[in-house]
């Protein structure tokens, strides 16, 4: 049987309440802006994306895809704009494979499919 190290102290941080938590990545994220920048400038950037954050939680909008895309953006831009220099300019490129269809056709249909699901759904619910 294998023993997991220190798994009694990690299961005691479940015992730490939310607000305690939440105070702990405050002084880390401050911590590592100032490190990583600083200037105050940078202080407010973090000041002004956790107001976001939260008027985005209060709102009901998801956080996840959010930091998600902030993520994957300026990859994503990145390849794009290495795809068109490529293809010196021609932006027929991103759908010239069948691989590329099958993708933006995947895409299509996620979308279109979280903006219909959720109104069947209250059409559904009304209707009962």
Request: hydrophobic share 55%.
């Amino acid at each position: 049987m294998r023993r997991l190290p220190l798994a009694k102290v990690w299961a005691k941080l479940l015992q730490i309440p939310a607000y305690g938590i939440y105070a702990g990545v405050l002084v880390f994220a401050t911590l590592g802006t100032f490190a990583a920048g600083g200037t105050t400038a940078d202080l407010l950037i973090l000041c002004g994306l956790g107001l976001l954050g939260l008027l985005m939680r209060e709102g009901g909008i998801p956080v996840a895809p959010a930091v998600v895309g902030l993520i994957l953006g300026p990859l994503a831009e990145e390849q794009l704009r290495r795809a068109l220099t490529l293809s010196e300019g021609d932006p027929s490129i991103l759908v010239s494979g069948p691989i590329t269809i099958v993708l933006w056709t995947a895409v299509v249909i996620a979308l279109v499919a979280s903006v219909v699901v959720p109104y069947v759904r209250t059409r559904r619910s009304e209707t009962r």
